[in-house]
Every structure is written in structure tokens, then in C-alpha cells.
């Protein structure tokens, strides 16, 4: 059995949603979503799709598509609200809509969910009975870590069965000088030094721990156009680091590839786990 275990995902979310006049940018959901679908297909890898319900709903074709090149299709809120905006009667009402959403275009059954912005943390735990009490089985939510926006320090670095049965896989991290960060994802995954993450890549599967990721449709998108994205209070400095590097970002990919690394779905990463 292949140890080495990376598990890809996709945050498939619109950008432009959020943005001031957003919908006046170029829609390119579908034209990236298609571009990882194609290096899945040439890799013969199958991953996760963590789908914002707005999306399903603005591109019911694009979820098929997902779904018919064999993909999971979880949840990923239904209008990409992060969970301290909520409470847990409106994330009850969020998460319903979600499900009801990638069901209605085409999933045959929804187990997942990562919130958004990693926004599960020891004030928003609350979370975890209802997407239990929603038939989630597991989630992938929690960066444990301190971070400017949302962590969760003490949580540890390996899934947990959380008391209710949710299954919490938190987000893979390691140290860069004095920071702690998820170097296997979108901006940071553009940004390090390729070198530092390739090591961090080689650490876990040293000593058989996954690592896993997260990307979205923009992280690959180098002829997007310029604006200021929501949610980083118009930093000029994170607003280019929003951009920087998407060109080599397939390429980054199948450099770790070369570790000879298996892609799989998260549910199918879940069913084999010992917790």
C-alpha cells in the first residue's frame, strides 16, 4: 500500500462573490475547475471537491461533470459564510441548503464538509453537532494552528473522532522560521520556497502521515483579471500574494507527483482510518 498519501482537494467557490461589482470580472469558475480536471484525468486520480452551494446552483452542468470523471462532491457552506458569522440555527439552515444543493445537481450521497476560511476553532465547535446531526461524516475544517484570521493551537495534528462521531481531519502544517503554516495550499503552496515545501511533503510521509490541501479555480488562473479580493481588508501586500505564482502552480503539482503519491478522496481516506 502506497504511504505516501496526498490528499488534493479543490475549494471549488466563485472569487467574484464577495467583490464589489464582482460579476462585472470574467466568469473563469468553469475554465479552471476543467483545467484540474484534466490533470486529475492525466494522472488518473480521483479527489474532493469541497462545493459551495451558490456554485451548484450557478453551474449544475460543471458539478455533473465532477461527479462523472468520479470525484466526491462535499460541502463547503452554502454561501461561503465563515462559521463565527453564523449561529448554529442559521448554519443549520446553511448546511441543509448546501446538501440540498449538490444533491439536487447530481451527488448521490454528501459525507464532507471543510468551512469556510478553516473558520472551525474551540468558539465555533458548536458546528461539529450539526453537521452530525446533518449526516456528515466527517470534516476537514480545523487549522491547527495560531493564525491571523482563525486557528485551533491545541488540536493536534492527526484526525480526531470528535465526541459525536464527526470525524475532524485537520489541515496539514509546519514551521517556516516562526510561523506555522499549511504549506500545501493555494496561496501558501504558490508563495514558499518549493524546496521547503517539498521537504515538509517528504516529513510527513516519513513518518506516514498525510498531507493534505486545499486550491481553488483562481490558484491556477494567471489570466484572471486584477482586483482587490474580499475578505483581506484591501491589503495591497496579500492582494498580490492573491496572484503571485499561479502560472507554476500545475507544475509545482507535478513535481510532488514525482514522490510518487497517491490521490485519493477524503471519504475514501476516512473509511480505512483506525479512529
Known amino acids: 500500500m502506497n504511504k505516501n498519501i496526498f490528499l488534493f482537494s479543490v475549494d471549488l467557490e ?3 462573490e464577495g467583490v ?3 460579476e462585472s470580472y470574467k466568469d473563469r469558475v468553469v475554465l479552471n475547475t476543467l483545467k484540474y480536471l484534466d490533470w486529475l484525468n492525466k494522472n ?3 479527489c474532493t471537491f469541497f462545493v459551495v ?3 451548484a446552483v450557478k453551474y449544475p452542468d460543471l458539478i455533473k461533470e465532477i461527479i462523472n470523471k468520479g470525484h466526491e462532491i ?3 457552506s452554502y454561501n461561503h459564510d465563515s462559521l463565527d458569522k453564523q449561529t448554529p440555527s442559521s448554519f443549520k439552515q446553511d448546511i441543509e441548503q448546501n446538501i440540498n444543493a449538490l444533491l439536487k445537481n447530481g451527488a448521490s450521497e454528501v459525507v464532507g464538509f471543510r468551512a469556510p476560511r478553516f473558520s472551525l476553532t474551540p468558539n465555533t465547535s458548536w458546528a ?4 452530525n446531526n446533518a449526516g456528515i461524516k466527517y470534516s476537514s475544517s480545523v487549522l491547527p494552528a495560531k493564525n491571523p484570521l482563525y486557528g485551533w493551537g491545541g488540536f493536534g495534528f492527526t484526525p480526531k473522532k470528535m465526541p459525536n462521531g464527526i470525524i475532524e481531519i485537520p489541515i496539514t502544517v509546519d514551521k517556516f522560521g516562526p510561523l506555522t503554516v499549511p504549506f500545501a495550499g493555494g496561496i501558501y503552496f504558490r508563495c514558499l520556497p518549493f524546496i521547503f515545501i517539498k521537504n515538509s511533503f517528504k516529513k510527513n510521509f516519513a513518518i506516514n ?3 493534505l490541501s486545499y486550491f481553488h479555480p483562481y490558484d491556477l488562473d494567471s489570466d484572471q483579471e486584477k482586483f482587490m479580493h474580499a475578505g483581506i481588508d484591501n491589503n495591497k501586500i496579500y492582494n498580490f500574494l492573491m496572484y503571485y505564482n499561479r502560472k507554476n502552480m500545475l507544475k509545482r503539482l507535478d513535481s510532488i507527483l514525482e514522490l ?3 490521490i485519493k478522496p477524503y471519504a475514501a481516506y476516512v473509511k480505512n482510518l483506525p479512529v
Open 44 to 46: 488518473n486520480f480521483k
Open 74 to 76: 462535499a460541502c463547503h
Open 128 to 131: 461539529h453537532d450539526v453537521l
Open 14 to 16: 466563485d472569487v467574484r
Open 53 to 55: 452551494g451558490t456554485v
Open 20 to 22: 464589489l461589482n464582482g
Open 209 to 211: 502521515n498525510p498531507v
Open 260 to 262: 510518487g503519491v497517491e
